[in-house]
């Protein structure tokens, strides 16, 4: 698959020729994938030129599409009993209800989550408390993400909170507060790194030019392959 390199980033794109298309056009797919519509009538290299001077705008697009929360979380079991298949961290981990004789749930996890729980709950209560464990559990690791970044870049430690987003994975307010979706707790840890790092970032470059992506590159240089997790564009 051809290539482009635009401002020190590279994209990768797919080439279409069309019989009904009268222009030359750009599609960004919902697989993630560029591809150049080309008429019949149009040679290569004319719309080659047209890509290249639309790279800008390619790379924005990719961008804004790594940042939102396109695909839908795993189902939720319902009914939670012991051996169900709990989603985290990218994998179904088995759930063990253990009994006990008081006392609200209390959520543990080694690889396998374990819920102490007394005779009189239910199902629903199981449920909720291992969704405010993971809840609680990303926040905490979020805010010493946060930290540790910030720290990096010489900034004081954001406050981060966690909440469900319907179209991204991440924001930066104006004031300042970093917000990630709590969706992120069912991808792999990294794509949660990636996301708290991108938004710290932004309290220093707001926008997405090249002095945003290179000031992320110098804090996460591998920062691309857990973009990919978020079904972002390719890495650079």
Same mark, same amino acid.
């Given at each position: 698959?051809?290539?482009?390199?635009?401002?020190?980033?590279? &994209?990768? &794109?797919?080439?279409?020729?069309?019989?009904?298309?009268?222009?030359?056009?750009?599609?960004?797919?919902?697989?993630?994938?560029?591809?150049?519509?080309?008429?019949?009538?149009?040679? %290569?290299?004319?719309?080659?030129?047209?890509?290249?001077? %639309?790279?800008?705008?390619?790379?924005?697009? #990719?961008?804004?599409?790594?940042?939102?929360?396109? +695909?839908?979380?795993?189902?939720?079991?319902?009914?939670?009993?012991?051996?169900? #298949?709990?989603?985290?961290?990218? #994998?179904?981990?088995?759930?063990?209800?253990?009994?006990?004789?008081?006392?609200?749930?209390?959520?543990?996890?080694? $690889?396998?989550?374990?819920?102490?729980?007394?005779?009189?709950?239910?199902?629903?209560?199981?449920?909720?408390?291992?969704?405010?464990?993971?809840?609680?559990?990303?926040?905490?690791?979020?805010?010493?993400? +946060?930290?540790? =970044?910030?720290?990096?870049? $010489?900034?004081? +430690?954001?406050?981060?909170?966690?909440?469900?987003?319907?179209?991204?994975? $991440?924001?930066?307010?104006?004031?300042?507060?970093?917000?990630?979706?709590?969706?992120?707790?069912?991808?792999?840890?990294?794509?949660?790194? =990636?996301?708290?790092?991108?938004?710290?970032?932004? #309290?220093?470059?707001?926008?997405?030019?090249?002095?945003?992506?290179?000031?992320?590159?110098?804090?996460?240089?591998? =920062?691309?392959?857990?973009?990919?997790?978020? $079904?972002?564009?390719?890495?650079?």
């Amino acid at each position: 698959m051809p290539e482009m390199v635009h401002g020190g980033r590279r &994209f990768s &794109f797919a080439i279409r020729s069309s019989g009904r298309a009268r222009r030359v056009s750009i599609r960004i797919l919902r697989s993630g994938e560029v591809e150049l519509v080309v008429p019949r009538r149009c040679s %290569k290299d004319s719309a080659l030129r047209f890509l290249s001077q %639309k790279a800008g705008w390619v790379l924005r697009m #990719l961008d804004d599409r790594g940042r939102r929360a396109g +695909a839908e979380p795993p189902p939720w079991p319902a009914g939670l009993r012991t051996w169900s #298949l709990v989603p985290w961290r990218g #994998l179904q981990r088995e759930l063990v209800i253990e009994p006990v004789e008081e006392g609200n749930p209390e959520v543990r996890f080694d $690889g396998v989550f374990a819920v102490l729980s007394p005779p009189d709950s239910t199902p629903e209560d199981v449920s909720a408390a291992l969704r405010s464990w993971m809840r609680d559990t990303l926040a905490s690791e979020a805010g010493s993400l +946060a930290e540790r =970044y910030a720290g990096i870049l $010489g900034l004081p +430690a954001p406050r981060v909170r966690v909440r469900e987003m319907r179209t991204l994975w $991440g924001s930066c307010g104006s004031t300042g507060v970093i917000t990630v979706n709590w969706h992120l707790a069912f991808l792999p840890a990294e794509a949660l790194e =990636y996301t708290v790092a991108h938004e710290v970032c932004h #309290l220093r470059v707001r926008g997405h030019g090249r002095n945003f992506w290179s000031l992320l590159e110098s804090v996460m240089p591998d =920062y691309g392959r857990a973009k990919l997790l978020l $079904g972002g564009g390719p890495p650079r």
